[in-house]
């Protein structure tokens, strides 16, 4: 029998070490925990703040006792691991509730310690006794509390990450005023910028006073005003800081286990580190980003429970590896859902990747049967066809094309391979063209040279560059705008005024969402004219702006 201990009892320690169990009755397995609490529902937190979720303890997915009794584990909480000795294969533990310091020894060690909010060091933090970080359930009673004992009216989310964004939510659920400030230009840093403009849209229609492009610089008043990097000054009865989080490294720094990126602990396939016996799972660790091989780290549930579970079945000599991790994740924002997965424009650009892009605006169920809804989706392929990411934001279906993407990226679908996945299908869930079969569509379209489209950020230059751009949509659409300077020319009036265009110039093509676009752009390219379809068409190029 093996001696195995787990630093760490939530998503990727607990289920180490219940899978652990499950694959041998015999080893000897101990769980620790600084907290009081273990596999507890981080994700659930900030829905328990607003109230959605009603009982506290329904976040508790597992007790101490219960974990002890059901799988015959050591469980041992208020149990803060101090040091890893990985030449002695011991570690030292320190209860912080009887005060006692004690040795464990170990055969194989598992590091799940999860990551910890930044706080960096703003002016006034330490008498903000206002401000709050929301990892763990002493962080959430906390909260929870200040709001019901100091007539918290208006509160300020600084950081709007997924985090952030969910207390926003609830924050507002709760019927304070809510602020929301954010240091880049767009709040999601998974989807890109004229994505997250619709959810910035959302953010202002619910009366969240949403300041991009500027930073916390300074708290006064004991936390009661906050001095933004721009010099704006708010006045707060609370904030939370959601701006980041790092890998909770400092065990494995001092045992000299090898670091990567953001010093995150290095690990092979196998989540070994660079010591065989001693393995580290969850945000704690660096990974291989499954779409460009790049090393990064990527703090989410999945990828945390997927290696709990492998972990296990590696220490147990059962053949198992871990590839990389894709960052497929989703969030409510109001009655939006916003999901992604794989590389973002940004990321590509970073890494200077080359990349295609498509904008499309599909229903998300058949356009007659009440209720459907659009989906803004967008995809991302390379010139060897590999789908490189995916973004929808929408109110309906819109995490269910995330994941039929995501799973084909998985399994190396080609990106015109997208059209040929059967899904299902009837008038309230889709259409018989499903959007991601859609997507396949385009980029069929797009690899066979049968259209050629431009992207929404060059629309600006086409426009002072005095480019023929003609609108193919019908009159009474130029209510919600128009690319300034285009010409109308209804799609179904286009055979008839071929004569008003130029053979000698390129035709840039646009309609609502770009369908019309790409069929207008099929009549003039089978006449001879050099034409390009403005890809998303003007609802992509007017949600950006
Ligand atoms: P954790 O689950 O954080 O567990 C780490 C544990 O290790 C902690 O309990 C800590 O006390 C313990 N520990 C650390 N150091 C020591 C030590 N030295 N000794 C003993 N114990 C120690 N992910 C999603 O995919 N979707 C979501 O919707 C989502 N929502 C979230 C909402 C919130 C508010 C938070 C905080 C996180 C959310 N996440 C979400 C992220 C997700 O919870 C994490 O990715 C996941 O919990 C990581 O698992 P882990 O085992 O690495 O770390």
């Not at 706080?119 to 206002?130: E, Q, S, T």
């Not at 507002?172 to 767009?186: A, I, P, R």
């Not at 970073?350 to 498509?358: A, D, F, T």
Request: with cysteine; glycine share 8%.
């Amino acid at each position: 029998a093996k001696k195995i201990l787990i630093i760490g009892g939530v998503a990727g320690g607990a289920t180490a070490a219940t899978r652990l169990r499950r694959l041998n009755e015999d080893d000897e397995i101990i769980l620790f925990d600084k907290g009081e609490y273990i596999s507890f529902a981080n994700c659930g937190l900030p829905y328990y703040i607003g109230g959605t979720i009603k009982e506290r303890d329904s976040l508790m997915v597992q007790t101490v006792e219960g974990m002890e009794k059901q799988y015959g584990l050591d469980v041992r909480n208020f149990s803060d691991v101090t040091k890893i000795d990985p030449e002695k294969n011991t570690v030292t533990v320190h209860n912080t509730q009887s005060g006692e310091t004690y040795d464990e020894s170990f055969d194989e060690l598992i590091i799940s310690t999860g990551a910890k909010p930044i706080v960096p060091k703003i002016k006034g933090l330490a008498d903000a006794k206002n401000t709050f970080t929301l990892r763990n359930i002493p962080d959430m009673d906390q909260i929870k509390k200040y709001i019901a004992d100091h007539n918290v009216q208006t509160a300020t989310i600084i950081g709007g990450g997924f985090i952030g964004l969910e207390m926003m939510e609830n924050f507002k659920q709760l019927g304070l005023n809510v602020q929301l400030v954010e240091m880049s230009s767009q709040v999601m840093p998974n989807l890109d910028f004229e994505m997250a403009q619709q959810l910035h849209s959302q953010i202002n229609l619910h009366n969240v006073n949403l300041y991009l492009n500027d930073g916390l610089a300074e708290f006064q008043n004991d936390g009661k005003k906050l001095i933004l990097q721009s010099g704006k000054e708010l006045e707060t009865d609370m904030t939370i800081l959601s701006i980041g989080i790092t890998p909770a490294n400092d065990l494995a720094k001092d045992a000299k286990i090898e670091l990567g990126f953001k010093n995150a602990i290095k690990v092979n396939k196998q989540l070994q580190t660079n010591y065989p016996n001693i393995y580290a799972i969850g945000d704690v660790i660096q990974v291989n980003n499954l779409v460009d091989g790049s090393e990064t780290n990527i703090p989410l549930a999945w990828p945390a429970n997927r290696q709990g579970r492998l972990v296990a079945d590696i220490i147990n000599g059962i053949p198992a590896e871990y590839p990389g991790t894709q960052g497929t994740s989703v969030a409510k924002v109001f009655e939006l859902t916003a999901a992604s997965t794989g590389d973002n424009e940004k990321t590509l650009q970073r890494q200077n990747i080359p990349y295609h892009v498509i904008h499309i605006h599909p229903n998300s169920s058949a356009g007659y049967y009440p209720g459907a809804s659009p989906i803004n989706l967008k995809l991302l392929y390379n010139d060897d066809k590999q789908i490189l990411g995916a973004q929808a934001v929408g109110t309906k279906g819109v995490e269910k094309r995330i994941d039929v993407i995501s799973t084909a990226m998985r399994f190396g679908a080609k990106v015109d391979e997208l059209s040929s996945i059967e899904l299902s299908y009837a008038p309230p869930y889709s259409s018989a063209k499903d959007p991601v079969n859609m997507l396949g569509y385009v980029a069929d379209n797009e690899i066979n040279h049968r259209t050629k489209t431009i992207e929404w950020d060059q629309v600006d230059r086409l426009v002072d560059e005095k480019a023929t751009i003609i609108d193919v949509r019908n009159d009474f659409e130029l209510t919600t705008g128009k690319i300034p300077s285009s010409k109308l020319i209804p799609l179904n009036q286009l055979r008839d005024r071929l004569n008003e265009l130029p053979k000698d110039k390129t035709i840039y093509v646009y309609c609502q969402v770009g369908l019309r676009g790409y069929n207008a752009s099929r009549v003039l390219a089978n006449d001879g004219f050099d034409v390009v379809n403005i890809d998303g068409g003007f609802k992509t190029y007017k949600i950006a702006k």
